[in-house]
């Protein structure tokens, strides 16, 4: 992504989204975040996505609206591509995850 589509990335990189989600009746969770967070090395430190939670987008300068949404409609394009996924026929009792970091002392 950051090399095929740098304005993508940039904004992904730059401009938090607000997503919600509401479960119980009283209950509405909100968080703002940006899609690609990078540590201070400037190494990508984790992505968060999920079309289907997105809310509306306050914090944009309106002649930045449409190019933010061309940023995100081609991220979902990318992510639900099918050179994107990755299929595996699980069988019961299959833990999928990923390692856990070695603690260093």
């Known amino acids: 992504l950051k090399e095929l589509h740098p304005s993508v990335y ?4 730059t401009v938090p989204i607000t997503a919600h989600a509401a ?5 509405l969770y909100r968080a703002s975040r940006l899609v690609l967070e990078h540590a201070e090395t400037g190494e990508l430190k984790s992505v968060r ?20 949404y061309d940023a995100i409609r081609t991220w979902n394009k990318l992510l639900t591509s099918a050179d994107s996924e990755y299929w595996v026929q699980l069988s019961p ?3 999928v995850g990923l390692p ?3 603690a260093s002392y």
């Open 100 to 102: 856990l970091p070695r």
């Open 49 to 68: 996505w999920n079309n289907d939670d997105r809310s509306i987008v306050r914090n944009l300068e309106p002649g930045k609206v449409i190019e933010w």
């Open 23 to 27: 479960g119980e009746e009283e209950i």
């Open 10 to 13: 940039e904004h992904l990189s």
């Open 93 to 95: 009792g299959t833990v």
